[in-house]
């Protein structure tokens, strides 16, 4: 997403210095690159996308009611998105502690543990979901150790979030990583030599400045997990009693019973909630833009 | 300064021991896992005939859509960067879309439109009708393709357009002045600089795709026949056995054998194509998968 802000500004660049609009035509290929990719975007993504919506807005309003407002979907979105929200919020406190460890320490073994930080975007998701499932079940090595102190993972809504946290964890670490290495270490010099106290330097000089990535990590964490099927359907036992279905698992489950209005309607809700979280990722980072282009 | 150090060993700890518990243990739990039965149970576990089947589809999926998504990617990021346009930022965010949204979505998105209810259906069976031939979308293979092709779709491009950016368009609008053709330039002037993006993006966009559950899970219900690994892997995980529970784990350890080997090319990558260093310049580096 950054790279979007990233073309905004090389056009006001190019805007400026006077060769925009003049020769915009002078290297070729323009629209054979530009027929290519919007034709396969729009028979890829956006026409069967468009399906979905279709569909749901050709349902009578009464039964789409029904259907959300029925107990199950009503707590599987409650679920999806208190749990995701959960998840990311534990990302970011760890992913902003790996990020500044792997950014301003050296130390034996850093290379690896910058690698292994991006297993969850390697491991498929449902290798994770029954790995996660069965180290965190009553048998399991973490499961049983959690057990001794009272605490169930597998089958409750803990294990969503365990899982949740597995799959965010990168987005944030990814998205602070380079903000971290771009920030120079003389502002925090300044900072403590004038007496301030390294937590006050921490809070006052360094998070001000880290905000907009780590809200940006947070963001795609929390979009990733309001979606995420594969790694939370075996942890999280989709108990309805329990109330431990999430929304992805729903739509799953209604699809299986060709129950297609069911499924849409809980998907319309899902994608809506998605786009309002990528709309506000963007606005966060073009003012993060703004405010950096300024200085 | 000895309060820093303090400090300094405490995070470090920290991020070991989490990563150590949330990534590395569950990572060596599969293999574990796969082995409990012994090494024949296992080499039998990962041949049987529908893990053949699986790996053969997952294969097809996952070279459809490396082809798909290269040759999309290409274009893509050759029309956002080296043009100026209108809705320019729209296109560059639709793109994204398959980033943000569940891949039980987009298996849906699929079924409604070639599916039973669908309004393509009619035109597909139009055209078998008119060929003589029995193309089926859904619950067949087609639809596993175009499930995998739509949640890697944005892989590629994502990589080489911010490259495309830092790199600016002198290069091509000198070649372009001295009469280039546009192949040449790009095969000239363009590929070699962004031929390490390139296999960077393509090797995120096997990996997805070799791993990819949820669309695929909502357009493939015929075990041995549509199935793709991780399906496989659901249904021995699912039909509850302990046999069939250590099956699953092992068809398991060889997703995640590919998934380290990624891992370590990716590293290999970012070493070779000195990545650590463009990315400082760049910003290029956002964490969208």
């Known amino acids: ?295 | 300064m000895r309060k820093r150090q303090g400090i300094r060993i405490f995070l470090i700890l920290m991020s070991v021991l989490f990563v150590a518990t949330m990534l590395v243990v569950p990572l060596i739990s599969v293999i574990v896992g796969s082995l409990r039965q012994g090494v024949a149970f296992y080499i039998q576990a990962i041949s049987t005939d529908t893990v053949r089947s699986a790996l053969r589809v997952t294969l097809i999926a996952t070279m459809a859509a490396l082809v798909v998504n290269t040759f999309f990617g290409l274009a893509a990021a050759w029309a956002l960067t080296r043009f100026s346009f209108r809705g320019k930022q729209v296109l560059s965010a639709l793109i994204d879309i398959p980033f943000s949204i569940s891949p039980v979505i987009a298996g849906l998105a699929f079924l409604m439109t070639f599916g039973r209810l669908g309004w393509a259906a009619p035109i597909v069976d139009r055209i078998n009708v008119l060929f003589h031939t029995n193309i089926k979308i859904v619950f067949a293979i087609p639809g596993v393709v175009l499930a995998t092709i739509f949640v890697t779709f944005p892989f590629i491009s994502r990589e080489l357009i911010p490259v495309l950016n830092a790199r600016g368009r002198d290069e091509e609008e000198a070649a372009a002045l001295m009469g280039a053709s546009g192949w040449n330039i790009f095969r000239r002037v363009t590929l070699p600089g962004i031929k390490w993006p390139l296999l960077y993006g393509m090797i995120l966009c096997l990996a997805r795709a070799l791993g990819e559950f949820g669309a695929v899970h909502a357009l493939s219900k015929t075990r041995g026949g549509t199935f793709t690994l991780p399906l496989e892997i659901d249904a021995l995980y699912l039909s509850g056995g302990a046999d069939s529970v250590t099956a699953s784990f092992a068809v398991s350890s060889l997703l995640v054998m590919m998934a380290v080997i990624v891992l370590v090319l990716r590293s290999l990558i970012e070493h070779r194509s000195g990545r650590r260093g463009q990315k400082k310049r760049t910003e290029s580096e956002t964490g969208e998968i």
């Open chain 1, 1 to 295: 997403m950054k790279s979007i802000s990233d073309n905004r500004q090389m056009e006001e660049m190019r805007e400026k210095s006077g060769r925009g609009r003049g020769n915009k035509r002078l290297i070729p290929g323009f629209g054979l690159t530009m027929g290519i990719t919007l034709a396969m975007l729009s028979i890829l993504i956006l026409i069967p996308l468009a399906s979905v919506l279709i569909y749901a807005f050709r349902m009578p309003p009464a039964e789409f009611i029904e259907i959300l407002t029925s107990e199950s979907v009503r707590w599987a979105l409650f679920v999806s998105v208190s749990t995701s929200f959960v998840a990311a919020l534990i990302n970011v406190v760890f992913g902003l502690i790996l990020a500044w460890v792997l950014v301003r320490y050296e130390f034996p073994g850093k290379r690896i543990l910058d690698g292994l930080v991006e297993l969850p975007f390697a491991i498929p998701t449902a290798v994770a979901g029954i790995t996660l499932s069965r180290l965190y079940s009553d048998q399991g090595l973490f499961g049983r150790a959690l057990g001794h102190l009272g605490l169930r993972v597998s089958y409750t809504h803990l294990g969503i979030i365990v899982a949740l946290t597995f799959i965010g964890i990168p987005f944030v670490v990814r998205t602070v990583q380079p903000v971290l290495e771009q920030l120079d270490p003389f502002f925090e010099e300044a900072s403590s030599m004038l007496g301030a106290a390294p937590h006050t330097t921490f809070l006052r000089v360094v998070l001000p400045e880290l905000t907009p990535a780590l809200l940006t990590g947070f963001g795609l964490a929390f979009a990733r997990g309001i979606g995420e099927y594969g790694s939370v359907i075996y942890i999280s036992g989709n108990s309805a009693r329990d109330h431990t279905q999430v929304a992805s698992y729903v739509i799953m489950q209604r699809l299986n019973y060709m129950d297609y209005s069911g499924a849409t309607a809980v998907a319309l809700v899902m994608l809506v909630l998605s786009f309002l979280l990528l709309f506000s990722l963007n606005l966060i980072q073009l003012k993060q833009h703004r405010r950096t282009g300024d200085a």
